[in-house]
């Protein structure tokens, strides 16, 4: 049986096999020369619609893939690190940027800033989950900049309005690049800093204990039982 695998790519774009790999279509446009692509994900509800992020904006596929337009009415910063869509009726986007954390309801047509300047300790904005029973409750990772000396993690119940810095058990070495959540078990988050330590929360970030193995750069991560 076929089906569709869409590639985000650093400098060539997005690839698109319609085939399950068989052959592939290269899309230039609307993508920028050499713009990296971040993040892919599946609209909520929709089978064919897709959001694809990077350092050069948001785009859309309503098509499984075939076309792509790009999406940045109110997204002034076009740095997008990371991508979240959360099952709200009707479903919400978020984007984090380089300095903002941006949501949309429509899909992708129109994008409004959360002001994380006023809302958060530290101004750089990485990694981003949402909670896989709560589409409400998210979880930012955060820095200086994008290496940093320290970083932290923060949670919000209410969509994005308001946030907590969550307690973790030592200062991270760099910012907090990313996040992993699983639906097997909503309250067991992994984050983890740029420079390979890694914590765990059991109880949706209320406590937290750090992994004694370090790593070097840690990019991305995942969770699944065992």
Sequence with gaps: MDYNIVLGT?????WHSP???KSWIRHRKPFPLNSRIQALAVLPGQPRGLVAAGDT??????DGGDTWTK??????D???HDLALARTS???AYV???GELFWSDDRGEKWT???VKTRWPLPYARGIAVKPDDPRVLFAGCGETTTGETGGVLRSSDGGQTWRSLPLPARPNATMWGLATHPADAARIVAFSLFGEVYVSEDAGESWRKIAREFGEIRTAAWLPA
């Design 96 to 98: 984090a940027t380089n």
């Design 19 to 21: 085939d399950a790999g």
């Design 10 to 14: 650093a400098g060539w774009g997005v």
């Design 78 to 80: 076009l740095d997008v």
């Design 71 to 76: 999406v940045v009415n109110g997204l002034h």
């Design 57 to 62: 904006g948001v785009f859309r596929s309503r």
């Design 90 to 92: 009707p479903p919400r």
């Design 113 to 115: 800033p959360i002001g």
